[in-house]
């Protein structure tokens, strides 16, 4: 079991760009949710999905953030016209299903320049 | 965060002594979780709970849906022990929260 994988561990990005960060749950997980981990806000709720449909996303900013779960395998969170505020780590969790024991990745380091 | 709690926010221990780690909810929390964070930035689940406790090797964890608050009990600290503990609630609607954070550094 190789846990939950998250790619890139570290993007650099100019402000104004693209970054897309990718997520593959543990197999068999139902449940995939996105946070995003800073020293101001600490760990803040973005987005989650269960079988692949998206249940809640109450924390996601309306505006440049969307995440897709296109199938059971990966999940994506992708940041458009980035700006320095979306510094953060970015960090995805499964589980079996609903809420249930949380499973992280080692989460994805976005610095945005 | 405003709808967990934790304290302390910060705690030093002698390796050896005992220590406790708490979480009071602003919610009507239904299941908690507690996690380290370690030096490289991955979050272990240690718990995840019902009302009641567990327990896991020098780890021991409580929660008490009716007082709303949990607990993390932590014996004989070791240093591998260091590191940053969260807790989390999850409510009604099965959103999580998560809290600020402990972090623990055991000296020896």
């Known amino acids: 079991n190789a846990g939950v994988i998250q790619t890139p561990r570290h993007k650099v990005t100019g402000k104004g760009q693209e970054a897309t960060l990718w997520c593959e749950p543990i197999s068999g997980h139902s449940a995939v949710f996105w946070y995003r981990q800073t020293i101001v806000q600490g760990l803040e709720f973005l987005t989650y999905?269960?079988?692949?449909?998206?249940?809640?996303d109450s924390g996601m900013p309306k505006e440049r953030f969307s995440a897709q779960m296109p199938n059971q395998s990966h999940s994506t969170l992708k940041i458009q016209s980035t700006q320095p505020q979306d510094s953060a780590v970015y960090l995805c969790?499964?589980?079996?299903?609903?809420?249930?024991?949380?499973?992280f990745g080692e989460g994805s380091k976005l610095t945005v320049l | 965060g405003d709808k967990v709690k934790q304290s302390p926010s910060a705690l030093s221990l002698q390796e050896g002594t005992n220590s406790a780690l708490r979480c009071n909810f602003s919610?009507?929390?239904?299941?908690v979780q507690w996690f380290l964070q370690n030096p490289r930035g991955s979050l272990i689940n240690l718990f995840y709970l019902v009302p009641g406790t567990k327990e896991n090797g020098r780890l021991k964890s409580a929660f008490d849906s009716k007082e709303s608050y949990s607990t993390l009990h932590i014996r004989d600290a070791q240093l591998e022990d260091s590191g940053t503990y969260f807790c989390?609630?999850?409510?009604?609607?099965?959103?999580?929260?998560f809290g600020d954070g402990t972090q623990l550094v055991v000296k020896p």
């Open positions: 999905f269960r079988n692949q449909a998206p249940i809640d």
């Open positions: 919610i009507a929390a239904t299941t």
């Open positions: 989390a609630a999850e409510d009604s609607n099965n959103r999580i929260f």
């Open positions: 969790a499964s589980s079996t299903g609903g809420t249930g024991q949380l499973y």
